[in-house]
């Protein structure tokens, strides 16, 4: 069985950019996968996934041309049902190991071996290996079917089916050449109507061969670059492409950079087969124009990388990825200059006029706007906002702030109802805050119209301040308490609302801002303001918070068990959690830990079975020598560790709590709780009450148990 390098190309018209890398890579690797299960690739090897606009390909190191035989063992049926009293086989043997193609000389070779209670009959044979042909053909339909396709397409083929020009197959783009070589072998593999050759395509215009013949399967990275003009790598394109917007941005000079945007990178990647970067220029009146707008439309619209100065300023240069290398290249320069010349100008169009009206003159357009048809309008949403704010910044700032809150909040949607925005949805706030500018309001209130958003995703910045905290929090709070009020709920992975990341924005507004703010009662100040719109969803939201603050503490690398240690208290302030986590672990590294949260799960039972119980503690009733003890200790440890928390240092107040082992495993020991005598009964338990206030102040330790 000789083992060669594979090589499988599918090469079809241009795929749908966004999603190149991702059909790319599963493609590649299901193919691998499929090899790997029928035994013609081995754990060892080793795959190179190619994706360009125009193909799919795959590279699979040391694969079979026929996979080895295996050893099989068929269980038959019982022996009773297979053999009659005499040993011979029954009908219902014979014909069991007819379907498998053997016949009664191999029941002597049959084997007996215990089957739950009964003994069974088992058939040895030796399944032959799938020769690649067949192995690769199921792999190459496995791959093709489990394709992360966005949308099928379907078309007729030509050539190659029963009734040219009306069969019809579907795929994500036309296909119209499929590559199989084994070593230099071609695998006589079909797929799509397409039979598997040893040629391809290169570059629509710049190929030096058509078509590029690939004499061997190592040589296909190689043969499409010299022959065909196409870097078929993904990464290795997007490399080159990296390096020449360095190079350009070099000889622009003036320390000049372009535009950092992975997005943006991956999907110029996927529209090129060979990069060729080229500097253009625009006129610097458009420079006037906010410099999110003009990169926006040159990044959205046309594909286009800004180059930005050494203080992240827009300059009027920015790169285009070519596919082609001219030797004059500047009729490609000069039409992409002229192409994205109108888009600046309606940049600018829209710019000028938007601001001949204020932000103010704007609310009323407010009402007209739906925002969800149980929640009314976006006018009807901003008085929502309005008072959520009001609330929040009467607790943290006083009239002041709430002054400025409302203000910010009146005018923070207003920039919806702009040209600009109108045209340009990603720029809802940013807008905002020049307009703000444009109309001669405060800073304060510039910035919190564009903070507002914020955090707009993960590891995203929060506002800039108080006033922006306050709208970013109604603003979320809104939202979440308005759609969680009519029953609109996020569910599996479809959240149209974005209320996970409005979830997560409060949490984290609330925790890094350190604010003396619950999201109790945050939630429960929210919920006046809708009125009789919503049902009350303040347990399902605080239920929804809850699992969004514990999921993010566990993936900032705590476990279940301190993150649920921790929030079973409901901590007024966020801010405090991480410094309780902290102390949580310093505890459970104590050799005292285990026992005393063991205790401690136990003083919980008793207390919960015991109902109501007053932690006063009368020393006459204490009578056994350990409860004497616990007593003492109590009134020696409590002290220090409570002045230790209040001074906010969690981690030596749980450490000092930790003397409190001994005495309370000999309390456990030598004491009845549940005395007979009422008086010694009730002045036990108040010493336990007394004890888990003492303990539990930081974190429920009995989670920890």
């Not at 360009?52 to 040391?62: D, E, K, N, Q």
């Not at 009306?166 to 079909?190: D, I, K, N, Y």
């Not at 006129?283 to 040159?298: A, K, N, R, S, W």
Request: overall charge negative; charged content about 25%; aromatic content about 6%.
């Amino acid at each position: 069985m000789t083992a060669q390098n594979l090589l499988v190309e599918l090469f079809v018209e241009e795929l749908p950019p966004k999603a190149l890398r991702k059909l790319g890579d599963a493609f590649a690797g299901q193919l691998l996968e499929q090899l790997r299960a029928q035994g013609l690739a081995g754990a060892d090897a080793q795959l190179t996934a190619f994706a360009s606009p125009r193909r799919l390909a795959a590279h699979v190191t040391g694969v079979l041309a026929r996979a080895a035989d295996k050893p099989q063992s068929t269980k038959l049926m019982p022996v009773s049902v297979g053999l009659t009293a005499d040993g011979q086989p029954t009908p219902a043997l014979l014909k069991r190991l007819a379907a498998l193609g053997a016949d009664a000389s191999a029941v002597p070779q049959l084997k007996r071996a215990p089957d739950g209670k009964a003994e069974a009959l088992f058939f040895d044979s030796v399944q032959a290996g799938v020769s690649l042909a067949e192995g690769l053909q199921k792999a190459l339909l496995d791959a093709i079917a489990k394709l992360p396709i966005p949308k099928l397409m379907s078309y007729q083929l030509e050539s190659g089916c029963e009734l040219p020009g009306w069969t019809s197959v579907s795929f994500v783009r036309p296909a119209h050449g499929l590559v199989a070589l084994h070593g230099s072998e071609v695998v006589p593999v079909t797929v799509l109507g397409l039979q598997a050759g040893n040629s391809t395509q290169g570059h629509r215009f710049e190929a030096a061969r058509s078509p590029v013949v690939l004499p061997h399967a190592d040589r296909y990275a190689e043969l499409l670059a010299q022959d065909g003009a196409v870097i078929a790598g993904f990464d290795a394109r997007r490399a080159e492409i990296v390096r020449q917007l360095a190079a350009a941005a070099a000889q622009v000079g003036g320390g000049v950079r372009a535009i950092e945007d992975e997005a943006l990178l991956d999907e110029v990647t996927a529209l090129v087969e060979r990069p060729n970067v080229l500097v253009c220029t625009f006129e610097e009146e458009f420079l006037g124009v906010p410099q999110e707008c003009l990169i926006l439309t040159m990044k959205a619209n046309q594909k286009y990388f800004p180059l930005l100065d050494a203080d992240g300023k827009l300059t009027n240069r920015f790169l285009v990825v070519s596919n082609i290398s001219p030797a004059d290249a500047s009729a490609v320069t000069g039409g992409n200059e002229r192409v994205v010349r109108p888009r600046l100008a309606d940049a600018k169009f829209f710019y000028d006029q938007d601001r001949k009206k204020t932000l103010a003159a704007r609310v009323p357009g407010l009402d007209k706007v739906v925002y969800h048809n149980k929640l009314g309008s976006q006018g009807e949403r901003i008085a929502r906002v309005r008072a959520i704010a009001g609330a929040i910044a009467q607790q943290l700032g006083g009239a002041e702030l709430a002054a400025q809150a409302d203000q910010a909040a009146q005018l923070a949607k207003s920039d919806l109802v702009t040209d600009m925005v109108g045209e340009f949805p990603e720029l809802q706030g940013t807008m905002g805050r020049y307009y703000a500018l444009n109309d001669g309001l405060p800073l304060f209130v510039a910035d919190a119209i564009e903070d507002h958003y914020k955090p707009r995703f993960a590891g995203d910045a929060l506002p800039r301040n108080d006033v922006g905290v306050v709208v970013a929090l109604a603003d979320k709070l809104e939202t979440l308490v308005g759609m969680f009020g009519i029953g609109n709920l996020p569910t599996g992975d479809r959240d149209p609302f974005a209320l996970r990341r409005h979830a997560l924005g409060v949490l984290r507004m609330l925790s890094e801002k350190n604010l003396p703010l619950a999201p109790e009662a945050l939630v429960r100040a929210a919920v006046p303001a809708f009125g009789d719109k919503i049902q009350d969803p303040t347990e399902a939201l605080l239920g929804f918070l809850d699992e969004r603050l514990a999921g993010s503490l566990r993936e900032q690398g705590y476990s279940a068990q301190e993150v649920d240690a921790v929030l079973a208290l409901r901590p007024e302030r966020l801010g405090e959690v991480p410094k309780r986590l902290a102390a949580v672990r310093a505890f459970t590294a104590l050799p005292e830990a285990a026992a005393l949260a063991a205790a401690n799960k136990r003083v919980s039972n008793i207390l919960k079975k015991a109902g109501e119980v007053d932690a006063h503690v009368s020393a006459l009733l204490l009578q056994e020598p350990a409860e004497k003890e616990l007593y003492a200790a109590l009134q020696r440890i409590a002290p220090a560790a409570d002045a230790q928390f209040e001074a906010g240092d969690y981690t030596a107040s749980l450490q000092s709590l930790a003397a409190l082992r001994a005495p309370v495993d000999a309390f456990f020991d030598g004491v009845m709780v549940n005395a007979e005598q009422t008086d010694l009964r009730l002045n036990r338990q108040g010493l336990l009450k007394s004890l888990h206030a003492a303990m539990n102040r930081v974190a429920d330790l009995s989670r920890l148990a």
